[in-house]
């Protein structure tokens, strides 16, 4: 959702030696969208919840859009809730219903990007999401070729104490193409990209590298799941699993026919999607059994070709792109969802948070896009449309997990200048 939210049991060293009473209405007052009230005959007898309520009710007052989402725990209704006013009651209803409510009423009305910054940095300097909601990793890697970069460090974007963004060094330097990251682990594909990935741990310094038996292309690309096992697929449509202390777990059939980069998504715990360039196939697994081949996928028209993949983990769709569209099937059987051709990517670039938004640099690969396009992946619909910089062109975006922010690469015609441009959903 990319919402910030307040429960006081998590900022009570940020209020300990303050002014309880200022420190709430600072909160529930000057900076909440909307507060989440779970009303109970408890919640009238303590005079924090009163100093709450007396706050949302003057922002409620001084705004055009109500504060307040009541929420009836055990029936109670306070004598102060007018009888106009609608409430959701869970003695009748379940959370995942109040889940779902919370999150339409948190999305309408909230689809707007707004630029927090703009970084010149080198020309091949790529920049890639991670697990982490508040931060990416930039490295040498725009290059078409490995050989046209200049090894670098590989740098961490992320906000300071004052919230202000900038970029410092995380400990490699190389001409590296990211794979991906899992809690204080990176890995990397080494300068040398013949055989081997690096994994970096972040906290000690120490790295490892991981043999990967060399392939088509010598291209490999990764993808994580919740519990920190990672698919690694080769560019010939090999594919295996390991963990990122570097153990082989298990390997994954491999396609038949022509196959230049396998693309791996993890959707849920124990199973992944591979795509190749014609098909994609969804491998359930476990730890002690050999891998089952639950269902395959290929695109609606001969020659298309699919290029990547990602996972939404809200509606449980796996998100294919492909050379003419992007392709929403579902998590469990690769069924195709009938709102699948939301645009036409044209090998634009394309990312997609774990809670329903996928932004398409829509273009052409090599002369870049106009635009960015966010959609919502439930509904289909055009969220926003990101215009790009001046005497450039977009041709990378990349979204941070929960959709909060968004970072646009741009180059010009020639590719001797990339601008990097964060933006925040507001």
């Known amino acids: 959702m990319g919402a910030k939210v ?8 940020e209020m300990l030696g303050k002014d309880g009473v200022d420190y709430l209405n ?26 709450e309520r007396r706050a949302i009710a003057a922002r409620s007052f001084s705004e055009a859009t109500p504060a307040l989402i009541p929420v009836l725990v055990d029936g109670y209704k306070p004598s102060w809730l007018l009888p106009t006013t609608v409430f959701f009651d869970l003695k009748s209803s379940n959370l ?60 961490s974007l992320s906000p300071r104490e004052d919230r202000e963004w900038t970029t410092s060094e995380i400990g490699i330097t190389t001409k590296a193409k990211f794979i991906e990251s899992y809690q204080e682990s990176l890995a990397v594909m080494t300068e040398d990209i013949k055989d081997s990935v690096l994994i970096f741990d972040r906290a000690t310094k120490s790295q490892a590298s991981i043999s990967v038996p060399e392939g088509r292309f010598n291209q490999v690309h990764g993808s994580c799941s919740s519990n920190g096992l990672l698919c690694l697929g080769r560019a010939d449509g090999g594919s295996f699993l390991i963990d990122f202390a ?60 699919l290029w990547s993949a990602g996972y939404n983990e809200r509606s449980n769709q796996f998100l294919v792109i492909g050379s003419e569209w992007l392709y929403l099937l579902d998590g469990d059987s690769l069924d195709l969802n009938a709102k699948k051709r939301m645009f036409a990517p044209d090998t634009g670039s394309f990312s997609c948070a774990r809670h329903g938004f996928v932004a398409a640099a829509v273009g052409n690969g090599y002369s870049g896009a106009a635009t960015i396009d966010l959609y ?37 015609s020639r590719h001797e200048s990339r601008i990097t441009v964060l933006y925040e959903r507001t």
């Not at 307040?6 to 060293?13: G, I, K, L, Q, S």
């Not at 000057?30 to 100093?51: C, P």
């Not at 109040?98 to 990007?113: E, M």
Request: one cysteine or more; charged letters at 25%.
């Open 6 to 13: 307040f429960f006081d049991e998590h900022f009570v060293h």
């Open 26 to 51: 600072d909160i529930f007052f000057k900076n909440s969208r909307f507060s989440i009230v779970l009303l109970s005959a408890d919640y009238e007898k303590s005079h924090w919840t009163q100093v």
């Open 96 to 155: 995942d219903l109040l889940t779902n409510v919370l999150i339409k009423k948190l999305s309408h009305g909230s689809q707007s990007f707004q630029v927090l910054k703009e970084f010149k940095l080198g020309k091949d300097m790529l920049v890639h999401s991670t697990d982490r909601d508040n931060e990416f990793i930039l490295c040498e890697g725009a290059g078409i070729f490995f050989a046209d970069v200049t090894p670098g460090p590989v740098l």
């Open 246 to 305: 570097g153990h082989q777990v298990l390997a994954l059939p491999k396609s038949s026919g022509e196959v230049d980069y396998t693309k791996p998504a993890f959707g849920k715990p124990g199973k992944v999607l591979l795509t190749y360039d014609y098909s994609a196939s969804l491998i359930a697994f476990s730890s002690t059994s050999e891998p089952l081949q639950i269902n395959s996928f290929e695109p609606g028209t001969e020659d298309e070709y």
């Open 376 to 412: 919502d992946t439930t509904t289909g619909e055009k969220l926003d449309s990101l215009a790009r910089p001046p005497g450039h062109k977009w041709d990378h975006v990349c979204l941070s997990p929960s959709g909060r922010y968004l970072c646009g690469q741009a180059t010009d």
